[in-house]
C-alpha cells in the first residue's frame, strides 16, 4: 500500500508563505504524476497543480499561478507546494494525491489519482 502524509498547514496573514509537504511511504511506489488539491466549505475539490516524478513538469492553476510553486525530491519521495502572496480565497484543506502510474485522465480531474493524504487546513486570515 501506498500512504501519503502532508504537513506544514497552518494559520498565516494575507500575503504570507507557507510550504506544504506530502511524504510518500510505501513498499511499491511507481505514480507518475502526484497533485495538489484544495477544498473549502461547500466548495467542490479544486485542482492546484501537479508534478511528474521523472522529468518534475509541473502544470498549475491559473489562480495560483506565479505564486504557487511544485518541487519534489525523488530520493526522499516527498513533493513540495510553496504558497506564496497568500490571499484569504487560499483558505481551504489542501490534499496531496498520487496515481499509479500512466493515465490517460488529466492531472487536473481528482478521479485520476488512487491515493491521498489526509489533508492539511491552511487559513489565510485578512
Known amino acids: 500500500q501506498v500512504q501519503l502524509v502532508e504537513s506544514g498547514g497552518g494559520l498565516v496573514q494575507a500575503g504570507g508563505s507557507l510550504r506544504l509537504s506530502c511524504a510518500v511511504s510505501g513498499r511499491t511506489f511507481s505514480s507518475a504524476a502526484m497533485g495538489w488539491f484544495r477544498q473549502a466549505p461547500g466548495r467542490e475539490r479544486e485542482f492546484v497543480g501537479s508534478i511528474s516524478w521523472s522529468g518534475g513538469g509541473t502544470y498549475y492553476a491559473d489562480s495560483v499561478k506565479g505564486r504557487f510553486s511544485i518541487s519534489r525530491d525523488n530520493a526522499k519521495i516527498t513533493v513540495y507546494l510553496q504558497m506564496n502572496r497568500l490571499k484569504p480565497e487560499d483558505t481551504a484543506v489542501y490534499y496531496c494525491?498520487?496515481?499509479?502510474?500512466?493515465?490517460?485522465?488529466?492531472?487536473?480531474?481528482?478521479?485520476?489519482?488512487?491515493?491521498w493524504g489526509q489533508g492539511t487546513q491552511v487559513t489565510v486570515s485578512s
Open positions: 494525491a498520487a496515481d499509479k502510474g500512466y493515465s490517460r485522465t488529466a492531472v487536473t480531474v481528482p478521479g485520476r489519482y488512487d491515493y
